[in-house]
Every structure is written in C-alpha cells, then in structure tokens.
T-cell receptor
Framework: AQTVTQSQPEMSVQEAETVTLSCTYDTSESDYYLFWYKQPPSRQMILVIRQEAYKQQNATENRFSVNFQKAAKSFSLKISDSQLGDAAMYFCAYRGDGGYGGSQGNLIFGKGTKLSVKP | ETGVTQTPRHLVMGMTNKKSLKCEQHLGHNAMYWYKQSAKKPLELMFVYNFKEQTENNSVPSRFSPECPNSSHLFLHLHTLQPEDSALYLC?????????????FGSGTQLSVL
C-alpha cells in the first residue's frame, strides 16, 4: 500500500525568506501524481502544485517549486519570498495513475506540516 | 466563492441524534467526494460518487450514509455516531475524466459528537 510521510509537524519562516517542506512516499507504481495542498484557517484545501511522476522537470508555480527525486521517493516543496498569507497547514498527497471516473479524488495524504510566517 | 459550498459549518450532536451534512457544487463537475479529517491523522477518503453513482466506499461504518441525488448535490447522513467520529468533514468535486482535472474542496463541516 502507498504511504505518504511528512516528518516536520511544524515549521517556521521569516517573511521574505525561503522555506522547504519535506515529503517522502512509498509506492511500487511507476506512474503516479504528487500534490501539495494548502489548508489555511478557512479550512478549504487549495491545490498549490502538482507533479507527474513521468516528468523529470520539477513543477513550479510562481513562488512555489518542488524538488522531485523519483528514485529517492522524495517530493519537497520550496516556498520563496514567504508571505504572511502563506501561513497554513501544508499537505503532501499521492495519487496513482487511475484515469477512470472519479479517480481524481483517490488521494493518499500525509499528516501535514504547519507553517508559521514571522513578520 | 470556492464553487463548493458545505453546510452547516459547525455541528454538535449527541450519539442518538440523526443529522445530515450538505455539499453543493456550482462548477459543473460530475464526481463528488467525502473526506474525513481527524486531529493528528491524515485526510481519509470516505466515499466517491461518479455521475451520481457510488463508485467507492472505503470501509466506512454504516452509521455514515451518503446520498447523491444529482451531480451538484451530495449529502452525508449521520446516525448513532460515536465520539471518535468527531472530525472535520470535507466535500470535494472534480470532472470524472482526465488525470489533469483538479479537485475543488469546500470549507468543511466541523462535527462534534457528545
């Protein structure tokens, strides 16, 4: 069975600085997807970034980028120029390559990392 | 406006009560999901509905009963719950086909069972 591990329950970063959140996963599949979700105090889960396992290039979305190491089964999130609005819970998630109806929601989540941003 | 609306936002119920959680999406999606988020545990997928048909039930106890009358609405009926069922219940939706389709989540219902 697939598992997702986030080893940092809490992290803190100074505003405008860079922080990296760690995630490792375990799977025997060769094709899959990895995600980082943000959950602010409003509780709504918001997709931050997504990575397809078959792509060697690391995904980037503005200030957010990932370091995807397939052989090591590692998927870390780097937040550059941290802002106060980045404070939230961050969840790493895995999804197998299903492709059939409703498979988009079949995610395996880590326990999350609480990120605090200091002004 | 997220496109996925959940009501109520908070709910307190006794173990003998019957209540329902409601989820509505205005995004034209055809797949909807219920998740449970307990303190200090990973988010867990409970049910999947694809074109109003339940396609997945992840060994959820029968005291949780989902209903999907149409592609826009999803309910979770609750009865004789236990205190360990206290959690945040999140609803999400997506298009049923295509790996590139992303999930859209609601803000959840925070449930407390006394």
């Amino acid at each position: 069975a697939q598992t997702v591990t986030q080893s940092q329950p809490e992290m803190s970063v100074q505003e405008a600085e860079t922080v990296t959140l760690s995630c490792t996963y375990d799977t025997s599949e060769s094709d899959y997807y990895l995600f980082w979700y943000k959950q602010p105090p409003s509780r709504q889960m918001i997709l931050v970034i997504r990575q397809e396992a078959y792509k060697q290039q690391n995904a980037t979305e503005n200030r957010f980028s990932v370091n995807f190491q397939k052989a090591a089964k590692s998927f870390s999130l780097k937040i550059s120029d941290s802002q106060l609005g980045d404070a939230a819970m961050y969840f790493c998630a895995y999804r197998g390559d299903g492709g059939y109806g409703g498979s988009q929601g079949n995610l395996i989540f880590g326990k999350g990392t609480k990120l605090s941003v200091k002004p | 406006e997220t496109g996925v609306t959940q009501t109520p936002r908070h709910l307190v119920m006794g173990m003998t009560n019957k209540k329902s959680l409601k989820c509505e999406q205005h995004l034209g999606h055809n797949a909807m999901y219920w998740y449970k988020q307990s303190a200090k545990k990973p988010l867990e997928l409970m049910f999947v509905y694809n074109f109003k048909e339940q396609t997945e039930n992840n060994s959820v106890p029968s005291r949780f009963s989902p209903e999907c009358p149409n592609s826009s609405h999803l309910f979770l009926h609750l009865h004789t719950l236990q205190p360990e069922d206290s959690a945040l219940y999140l609803c999400a939706s997506s298009q049923a086909r295509g790996d590139n389709e992303k999930l859209f989540f609601g803000s959840g219902t925070q449930l407390s069972v006394l």
